[in-house]
């Protein structure tokens, strides 16, 4: 059984649709960001940085904090998701660490200075945005020759996707990257998915950004998390 502790954010997604794409058993516990749950000594043995996700494999009597780690460790240990092919798994990890260093701090920062910073600094808001469209570039140029991001479908794929999808979150657009689009649009039809991305609490950002008062009440909260 594994014990995942997490939250409704891309990095937290990434764990739960790994662990639902491996079918594996597993158990969430919500750690609540805004009331600084993260910071608390029980959860800081688990995840020494204060940061979700983290997980126990009650198995193996193992804590693994930093979502890339958990989705290598969960991948290997499923034998599924990563080739144990040398070639083939360096790929892997290198599209994940693609996303672990770019990718995700970049739409990371990008949420806090277009959405959660009380004022507007739009230097930091370009930078970010920019940055992070860079990268979408990057993505589109690479899956205009390739179905997926590694030689095969693989934890690179799902890492990638949970913070690509929330892009009109960051403010940053995918207007005419049709194959990164594609990709997108495949990943919610690969199996765990959909599943996933409703761990621990569903919470819909495109349905949120119809609604100004949801939109408010989310930024309200995700503020309260910056500030820990």
């Known amino acids: 059984m594994i014990e995942l502790y997490t939250a ?13 794409a491996l079918q594996m058993e597993y158990k ?15 959860f800081l043995k688990i ?13 193996n009597n193992l804590s693994v904090f930093e979502s890339g780690a958990i989705m290598i460790y969960l991948a290997d240990k499923a034998n599924k998701l990563i080739s144990p092919d040398p070639v083939k798994r360096t790929k892997v990890i290198e599209w ?13 920062q ?8 009380p004022e507007k600094i739009q230097p930091a808001i370009d930078r ?7 990268l979408f570039e990057v993505l589109n140029t ?41 990709w997108k649009n495949a990943m919610y039809e690969q199996p765990g998915m959909l599943k996933g991305i409703k761990v621990p609490i569903e919470i819909n950002i495109e349905k949120n950004l119809k609604d100004q008062d949801k939109t408010e009440e989310f930024i309200k909260n995700a503020q309260k998390m910056v500030k820990k």
């Open 110 to 117: 990008a949420n806090v200075f277009f959405r959660y910073f």
């Open 47 to 59: 995840s020494p940085n204060g940061r979700i996700p983290a997980i126990i494999d009650k198995e």
């Open 128 to 134: 970010y945005q920019n940055e992070s469209r860079r």
């Open 28 to 42: 969430a516990i919500l750690v609540n960001l805004g009331e600084g749950e993260q910071k608390k000594p029980n």
């Open 142 to 182: 690479h899956l205009e020759k390739n179905e997926w991001l590694a030689t095969e479908y693989s934890i690179a794929d799902i890492a990638n996707w949970c913070w690509v999808r929330t892009h009109k979150w960051s403010g940053v657009s995918t207007e005419g990257l049709n194959h990164l689009e594609r």
């Open 96 to 108: 994940l660490m693609f996303q672990m260093g770019g990718i995700g701090p970049m739409m990371g």
């Open 8 to 20: 409704p954010t891309p990095n937290g997604h990434k764990v739960s649709c790994t662990l639902e």
